[in-house]
C-alpha cells in the first residue's frame, strides 16, 4: 500500500512519477534499465520513481519474480529518490484480474489499468457505444475498488485505449459519464485508499474532461499523483508538461 502525498499544488504533484516502465516491459525502449532509470530520475529532480511494467493476462511475464529481481538489483543503488517497485496490473474486466491478490499485495505499488480495451484479453462491454465504454469502465472500477487490490489508477478515463473510435467517440466516451458518476467513482476510490493517476498524454488530449476531473477530485478531496506513462527515458521527466497541464487547471 503506497500513497504519495495529497496536495494539489501541480509543483509538488510532478516531484513523484507513479507511471514508468522498464525494459521488462516490451513496448519500453532498451535504454529502459533500472540504473538509466534512477540516474534520469536524479537529473530530474524525483522524489519517486515508481516502476510500473505491464501484467497482462495471458502474456509470459512472472510479475513477481520480476519485482524481486529489480528489488535485488535495486539494493545495489544509492540514491535519493524513493524507488517503488510497482506493476501495471490489470483489471481486464468487471471483477477480473490477472495476478493472484498476494502478488498485487506484495509489490511497493500496485498501479491498475482498467481500459486497455485495444487488447485482445480484454472484456469488451455489450453495448459498443461511446456510453457502453463508459458504464463499462464505471462497473469495473467499482468491483475493483471493493477489492483492496488497488494503490492507484493508472490512466483512469483515457479514451486513447480505445482505437476502434474516432476522436469525436473518443470525446464521447469521457462527455457520457455524469459529474455524479464520476463523483461517485472519484469517492470511492478515496475512501479506498486508491489513489487517482494524472496520466500527462491523456490529460492534455483531453482538456475539457480532465478539468472536471480536477475540480470533482479537489472538491471531493482525493490522492492524485502524476504518471508520464514513460517508456524511454526523455518522458521520465514530468516537468516539460507541467506548465502546460497547469494552464488546463487554471483556465
Ligand atoms: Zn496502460
Ligand atoms: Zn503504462
Known amino acids: 500500500m503506497f500513497m504519495t502525498e495529497k496536495t494539489f499544488d501541480f509543483d509538488e504533484i510532478i516531484k513523484n512519477n507513479m507511471h514508468t516502465h522498464s525494459v521488462f516491459s516490451k513496448c519500453a525502449k532498451p535504454e529502459m534499465t533500472l540504473e538509466n532509470m534512477i540516474r534520469k530520475a536524479e537529473e530530474c529532480g524525483l522524489e519517486t520513481l515508481a516502476v510500473t511494467d505491464h501484467s497482462d493476462p495471458g502474456d509470459d511475464i512472472d510479475t513477481y519474480a520480476n519485482y524481486l529481481l529489480l528489488k535485488q538489483r535495486l539494493k545495489g543503488f544509492d540514491t535519493p529518490v524513493r524507488v517503488l ?3 501495471e496490473l490489470s483489471a481486464y474486466g468487471i471483477g477480473k484480474y490477472a495476478e493472484p491478490y498476494e502478488v498485487d499485495r506484495a509489490l511497493d505499488f500496485a498501479s491498475y489499468a482498467h481500459i486497455h480495451y485495444h487488447l485482445d484479453c480484454w472484456e469488451q462491454p455489450e453495448d459498443r457505444s461511446p456510453r457502453g465504454y463508459a458504464e463499462h469502465e464505471l462497473a469495473v472500477l467499482d468491483a475493483l475498488l471493493k477489492t483492496g487490490r488497488a494503490d492507484n489508477i493508472a490512466h483512469p478515463f483515457s ?16 462527455a457520457a459519464i455524469t459529474d455524479n458518476e464520476l463523483g461517485d467513482i472519484l469517492e470511492k476510490g478515496e475512501r ?6 494524472i496520466h500527462s498524454p491523456t490529460f492534455l488530449c483531453f482538456p475539457e474532461f480532465s478539468k472536471r476531473f480536477w475540480n470533482l ?20 521527466d514530468p516537468r516539460p508538461t507541467a506548465e502546460r497541464m497547469k494552464n488546463i487547471v487554471k483556465s
Open 85 to 87: 517497485i510497482g506493476a
Open 159 to 174: 479514451p486513447c485505449k480505445m482505437p476502434f473510435f474516432n476522436e469525436a467517440e473518443k470525446a464521447a466516451t469521457l
Open 192 to 197: 479506498a485508499q486508491c489513489s487517482w493517476e
Open 217 to 236: 477530485g479537489r472538491e471531493i478531496g482525493v490522492h492524485f499523483c502524476l504518471g508520464t506513462d514513460a517508456h524511454r527515458l526523455a518522458d521520465l
